[in-house]
């Protein structure tokens, strides 16, 4: 009794082994089935203004070099823009480096000694320096005209490479598919379901507004359109900076001294003239003459002092005062560039997301199996 149970059992164990194992098999069969009819099924691929006739076999193949050939240019693409950048920084502050020698010739000239003479005398020294450091540096320079016209050139920069990038993909994938189509009729072909990959490409390589909108508002300026970002930048930051220079305010300190002195000096010269005054001529017209000859005499005096401390003053401070603008000016570019480095990153960051996503899309639709969807959605 106990050897026929035991047999049952063994012959029960069996049938469920044979059941599952012949589970397997037709479900194995049934996926491979499955696979083979859809590779055997055939595809329209719109690329490069050209239709492709695939099977699903050669369609696998396709959308992997499409993805790798898209990263690989996106890739390319944030180098060129990063070296596009770079230079064009190094560009545009060569143009304000190369205009502080004509600042400080202005500087240390008599027009401009006097000039901030009479806007010390007046207690507004430092707006007006940095109205004149400005003017040289930025206005003159082209440098203000190059960086208001940053957002503008980014703009056309980037439009050029995703043109060149949907080129070049368009003729790499058509170079290597166009031999490996099958040999269908024109009739067959117009009833193929369309992947449209040139539409995909040109809506995920554009440059959307929310790009350019990113970029504005990492240089803390208006987003107002046509505002210069990066020129109003530069006037925010760039000019206290440089007037914070230690050379900048030492030669500030001294001429608030020459100020506080030269007072007293005017009065020694009035006194002067009004003695000349009434010695050589007590009442009449010619005590304004000789008090008027006495007090020019005396400011004369004054102009040869001033011009010799104006030259000492350039002599002594003149050559630290160029070195520390123009380091400033280098500190302030390599910065600007690190800040440009980020957003641009964080712009190529999200042109990859939608790069994914556009060409993801003409997958997307009921009736492609799902092995051919891109990036496994």
Do not use: C
Request: aromatic share 8%.
């Amino acid at each position: 009794m106990k050897v026929m149970v035991a047999q049952r059992a063994r012959l029960f164990l069996f049938v469920v082994l044979a059941v599952l194992a012949l589970f397997v098999l037709m479900t194995a069969g049934l996926r491979l089935l499955t696979e083979r009819m859809a590779d055997n099924r055939l595809f329209a691929v719109l690329i490069n203004d050209q239709q492709l006739t695939l099977d699903g076999a050669t369609l696998r193949e396709f959308n992997a070099d499409l993805l790798r050939l898209t990263e690989q240019q996106r890739s390319q693409a944030e180098l060129q823009m990063r070296q596009w950048t770079d230079g064009w920084l190094d560009r545009s502050f060569t143009l304000a480096t190369d205009a502080v020698p004509q600042y400080l010739d202005w500087y240390y000239s008599m027009p401009g000694s006097y000039s901030r003479l009479y806007h010390a005398i007046g207690g507004n020294l430092d707006s007006f320096v940095a109205e004149r450091m400005g003017y040289f540096l930025f206005d003159t320079s082209g440098f203000q005209q190059q960086l208001a016209t940053f957002d503008a050139q980014m703009l056309d920069r980037w439009q050029a490479l995703a043109k060149t990038q949907q080129r070049v993909i368009g003729k790499q994938l058509t170079g290597l598919y166009e031999d490996r189509q099958t040999g269908e009729s024109v009739a067959v072909a117009s009833t193929l379901p369309v992947l449209n990959i040139d539409q995909a490409l040109a809506s995920g390589l554009r440059v959307s507004a929310e790009d350019m909108q990113r970029w504005r508002i990492g240089s803390q300026a208006s987003v107002v359109a046509g505002a210069g970002t990066l020129a109003l930048l530069a006037r925010r930051t760039l000019l206290p900076r440089l007037m914070s220079l230690g050379a900048v305010q030492g030669a500030r300190r001294a001429l608030a001294g020459f100020v506080a002195r030269l007072a007293p000096r005017l009065a020694v010269a009035i006194t002067a003239g009004g003695t000349a005054a009434t010695v050589t001529a007590p009442s009449g017209p010619g005590a304004l003459v000789a008090g008027s000859v006495a007090f020019l005499t005396a400011a004369g005096t004054l102009v040869v002092t001033d011009f010799t401390l104006l030259k000492a003053e350039e002599a002594l401070l003149r050559e630290r005062k160029e070195n520390e603008i123009r380091a400033e000016l280098l500190i302030s570019r390599e910065a600007l560039r690190v800040r440009l480095h980020q957003e641009l990153e964080a712009t190529t960051m999200q042109a990859a997301q939608e790069i994914n996503r556009a060409v993801a899309m003409p997958y997307e639709r009921p009736e492609m199996d799902r092995r051919f969807h891109i990036l496994g959605q």
